[in-house]
């Protein structure tokens, strides 16, 4: 059997979403009245003026850091990120030192930038050295060479191998999940004997549901739930009762399968072992709960043409180069879109429905696009699409597409017969719905499957890329179509 590992420091109890929201509000009111308060005693002319003011400030840093203390790491993390940079940092000065380090895995990779930039070399190193191995492997690669160097150093060599073998995988593989934190036992022991070990551990490591059965060489043989742990006899032997048949990753897994796994078994952790079954490490529903938060949230990024996570309030420099490439490309396909229109102002003019009429076949057509992106991403990211299902989902798109454009571009065609009186415009505008319409399904098909083969994320930019497909291919096709029955 492995010794007990050593217990982490305690943690403060996280609290209610409201009660995290009522201490956003009071730390922001603290911080508002510092200011009115300290700007009034500033204006006053008085004797020992700096020292009622240096009074004054610690009264209310003081204030601050008493609101501060008992709070959970994430609910620290959650205050910093609702704050402007310069009382974000205020009250990040104010955090007790040995929080530092969970608070900096709490907070989005955009806030902890910020708050790594305003930290010394030795605060990062020991807040760096607070954490587990798996932990410091997700705070590594924001800290500057110069610390990561002295955080190896201070590390036992034990550590410092699971440190650099954790780093040596892909950011999406189960090897970048995974942690070492686990208790392992000897197949050929009695239960009695289990749970005498298990009494040496001041606590056992978090999300444990089950123990992991190794031989003396660590390859895994089994598993030993808990729940039958606790109720088989006390003499029985561990082989009598792990079970065998088990759910295993391999380091070099994508993240996305583990997720799947978790998602489709309800696992709580699982083993990760190496090509000759040894065991290595453990993935927890933790680290896939938060694998599968951040790429939900790439994916929202992504379709809306954001290359990164962006801090609310960060420097407007720094929020124009974050999203000035895909408006970029937005300029062009509206510019393409105008001149579309624009190579069709003979016909607009002789028919100014045409006009009216336009930006409704464009704007049902986007939305329909973008329903269908939004399925096939969703579907891609739960690994349910194959690169070869792109035929059988186009012809699926198609029909769907096809029957909304008969019963919708129907309606909308009789709708505009009886408001401009005109049969011929009613066909035009159910024929150029019904267009549109496949195309939308087309386009919302091809740009993510065409973008999974190309190795690339396949929300990216999805958003602008149907839009300005829908929007330049409906002028098209509708002032096209009434150029040709009707002027």
């Known amino acids: 059997m492995n010794p007990p590992a050593t217990t982490p420091p305690d943690r403060d109890e996280p609290h209610h979403q409201d009660d995290v929201q009522d201490s956003l509000r009071e730390v922001q009111v603290l911080l508002a009245r510092q200011k009115r308060v300290e700007t009034l005693v500033h204006r006053q002319d008085m004797p020992r003026h700096e020292l009622v003011e240096n009074l004054v400030h610690k009264q209310h840093l003081a204030e601050l850091q008493q609101k501060l203390e008992g709070m959970h790491s994430a609910d620290i993390a959650y205050i910093l990120e609702a704050l402007p940079l310069d009382e974000r940092l205020l009250v990040w000065d104010l955090v007790k030192a040995e929080c530092d380090g969970d608070v900096l895995l709490e907070v989005s990779d955009a806030v902890r930038e910020s708050l790594i930039e305003s930290m010394a070399p030795s605060e990062l190193v020991a807040a760096a050295e607070q954490l587990d191995t798996d932990e410091l492997a997700d705070l590594a690669p924001d800290l500057p060479d110069g610390v990561l160097a002295d955080v190896f150093r201070s590390l036992p060599p034990e550590e410092r191998e699971e440190l650099r073998a954790v780093m040596s995988y892909e950011e999406d593989t189960v090897g970048a999940l995974m942690d070492f934190d686990m208790v392992t036992v000897r197949e050929d022991v009695a239960l009695d004997v289990v749970l005498r070990y298990l009494r040496r551990f001041d606590e056992l490591p978090d999300h444990t549901d089950q123990l992991f059965v190794v031989d003396r060489d660590d390859c895994l043989q089994g598993v030993l739930p808990l729940n039958v742990l606790l109720v088989k006899a006390p003499e029985t032997e ?92 937005n300029l062009v396909t509206a510019f ?113 499957m065409t973008l999974q083969k190309l190795g690339r994320d396949p929300a990216m930019g999805a958003s602008v890329m149907i839009t300005a497909v829908t929007d330049s291919g409906g002028f098209l096709i509708f002032l096209g179509l009434a150029t040709i029955f009707l002027i």
Not at 347 to 367: D, T, Y
């Open 336 to 448: 393409i879109a105008s001149r579309v229109i624009g190579a069709f102002e003979g016909s607009i003019e002789k028919l100014v429905a045409l006009a009216a009429l336009m930006p409704i076949v464009a704007g049902i057509g986007g939305n329909a696009g973008n329903q269908t992106i939004t399925m096939i991403v969703r579907a891609i990211a739960m690994g349910l699409v194959e690169p070869d299902a792109e035929r059988r989902l186009l012809k699926k798109e198609f029909g769907v597409a096809l029957i909304n454009g008969l019963i919708w571009g129907g309606l909308l065609g009789l709708v505009a017969w009886w408001l401009y009186d005109d049969m011929r415009l009613g066909v035009v505008m159910t024929a150029a719905m019904i267009l549109n319409l496949l195309v939308a399904a087309g386009v919302g098909v091809l740009i993510p």
């Open 238 to 329: 561990v082989s009598a009762v792990m079970h065998k048949e088990i759910l295993t990753l391999e380091a070099d897994d994508k993240a996305e399968v583990a997720a799947q796994a978790f998602e489709r078994y309800d696992l709580v952790s699982a083993a990760v072992v190496d090509m000759h079954r040894k065991l290595v490490g453990r993935v927890t529903v933790n680290a896939v709960v938060d694998y599968i938060r951040e790429e939900a949230e790439a994916d929202q990024l992504a379709q809306a043409g954001l290359i990164e996570e962006e801090d609310i309030f960060a420097p407007v420099i720094d929020s124009v180069k974050n999203r000035w490439a895909w408006l970029a490309v």
